[in-house]
């Protein structure tokens, strides 16, 4: 199904990103229309990606989503981290998960 969306994006010439951000806006404003209730997005990456995730949420924010996702305010990738994720997880009501290539993996391979 996503290698589908990925042909179809690049003959449209739009990236993955600009797909799932406005797939996850048209979602929020069902959501909305139906309960009033502002979605919550956990989004998930890589700590070597946070400053690049953490403009991603901004422009998620401002789209009347709510980012539960901390991990983007934190100084240190560390082990306590791990359970305010699982707790950020919880309270989200859809997860996306950013994959990662050798780039943005960079000393971990």
């Known amino acids: ?7 179809v994006a690049s003959e449209l010439d739009l990236t993955l990103d ?5 797939n ?3 979602l929020s404003l069902r959501q909305a229309a ?3 209730h502002r979605m919550k997005v956990y989004l998930a990456a890589a700590f070597s990606r946070q400053e690049e995730i953490a403009q991603i949420a901004v422009r998620l924010a401002s789209q009347r989503l709510e980012i539960t996702s901390r991990w983007l305010q934190v100084k240190k990738e560390r082990l306590e981290n791990a359970f305010m994720d699982v707790e950020d997880v919880r ?3 859809v997860l996306v998960r950013f994959t990662d290539t050798r780039e943005t993996l960079k000393g971990f391979i």
């Open 24 to 26: 996850l806006h048209k």
């Open 34 to 36: 139906k309960t009033n």
């Open 91 to 93: 309270r989200a009501d």
């Open 18 to 22: 600009t797909v799932a951000y406005e």
């Open 1 to 7: 199904m996503l290698w589908y969306v990925s042909a």
